[in-house]
């Protein structure tokens, strides 16, 4: 049975004296209110950890030790966030250095490197999450036609990289791209595709095949209109591993005054919230609320602010919710999947949705859980 934790990428960790703040504090914190064993997280590594760390080689198994004193087990990271994540203002610097840009390269390699002295013992696969590609009119117009073969170029390069820390610590690293709303990969259909032309395998090397992989973010796919099962259908036929999971729920409305006026107070500074009407096959993207709201929207609409997944609606605004336990049935079936609930807009929600955000977090996995051991219970019986 997969053991659900949490990503940490909600508590602050611009640099190592933060994480290791946040991971001793209100990460602990979690772990207590859970209380069923230590508690699997996804910890988050900025650029500036990622260095302080490279610069004192001891620090590593320290704060790992440290971790496991208190509770937590660290089992996967997210790179995906460069910088400061929780700064005052985020938006679409979460998607710098884009895949065409040789320092995303060279940070995920550091990750990785240190990623075995991080990991709870006994922990022989592991997930590096990574953005797709890169926010799409940038990603584009920075490689000036050539950032796709770039991009392609260095996640080759990364995952050779992997192979050789698989070859000298035992542990099997994969490196799991998630696709997201106005990014170069905004599906599923879209990550398999680039996956499968892409990403050449050389002859009988499976390098490729076996470090890069898939993290399937179950509020992304709703925002999209993309069905959970469709996302690892995708997946299955193209020979592509699902290693990460990620579970939370998006806002969605009608174009009525109501329902727009609910959203215009989920408006607020530091991060991303795009909206898409339209189907998978044919979204209309806008790339935040104000944008959204100043074309006089007509059709219905999902938004990626990430709510807490015990929530079915958020004052007049539904949450995609349905999305997440059928994701989770599929998840059951996965032998070395990482799924970690990953609501990180806590402080942006207009009214608080827990007395605070350790209760919040650990009130989701505990929800999660119990979705997660009906799921494998329907997934068990449609195989008797």
């Known amino acids: 049975m997969h053991r659900i934790g949490y990503c940490t990428n909600v508590h602050a ?13 209100p990460a602990a914190e979690v772990a207590r209110l859970v209380n069923d064993g230590p508690l699997p997280i996804g910890v988050w590594l900025s650029a500036e950890s990622v260095r302080q760390l490279q610069e004192a ?7 790992r030790d440290d971790t496991l004193a208190a509770g937590l087990h660290m089992v996967a990271v997210n790179a995906f966030p460069y910088g400061n994540f929780n700064a005052e203002r985020v938006k679409t610097l979460v998607y710098e250095p884009h895949w065409g840009n040789a320092r995303r390269a060279l940070y995920t390699l550091a990750v990785a490197e240190l990623l075995p002295e991080l990991l709870a013992p006994g922990t022989t696969h592991a997930s590096i999450s990574t953005l797709p590609l890169g926010w799409r009119p940038r990603f584009s117009a920075e490689g000036c036609g050539a950032s796709v073969g770039l991009a392609s170029a260095q996640l080759e390069q990364v995952a050779r990289g992997l192979a050789r820390i698989e070859q000298r610590t035992g542990v099997h690293i994969t490196l799991d791209i998630e696709p997201e709303p106005g990014c170069a990969i905004q599906t599923f ?17 499976t390098t490729l095949q076996r470090h890069l992989g898939a993290c399937v973010d179950v509020c992304h796919g709703a925002v999209m209109g993309e ?12 020979g592509i591993g699902v290693h990460r999971v990620q579970v939370s729920s998006a806002i969605a409305g009608d174009a009525t005054p109501e329902h727009l006026q609910a959203l215009q107070r989920f408006d607020e500074p530091r991060y991303l919230h795009q909206v898409v009407t339209g189907s998978a096959a044919e979204p209309r993207v806008w790339e935040d609320i104000p944008d959204f709201l100043a074309s006089n929207p007509t059709l219905p609409w999902r938004c990626h602010f990430h709510v807490p997944i015990f929530l079915q609606a958020v004052g007049a605004l539904r949450t995609t919710q349905s999305a ?9 079936r996965l032998p070395h999947a ?12 207009p009214e608080p949705a827990a007395p605070s955000i350790p209760e919040g977090i650990a009130r989701e996995i505990l ?14 019986s449609a195989t008797r």
């Open 13 to 25: 960790g611009r640099n190592l004296q933060e994480l290791r703040q946040s991971l001793l504090g």
């Open 57 to 63: 080689p001891d620090e590593a198994r320290r704060l």
């Open 189 to 205: 259909a879209e990550l398999t595709g680039f996956m499968t032309h892409c990403l050449q395998p050389r002859g009988r090397d």
């Open 227 to 238: 069905a959970p099962e469709a996302a690892f259908d995708l997946c299955e036929a193209a």
């Open 324 to 332: 997440i336990e059928p994701a989770l049935r599929r998840a059951a």
């Open 338 to 349: 990482f799924i970690e609930v990953e609501t990180y807009a806590w402080a942006q929600l």
């Open 367 to 380: 929800h999660a859980r119990a979705l997660l051991a009906k799921a494998g219970h329907s997934a068990q």
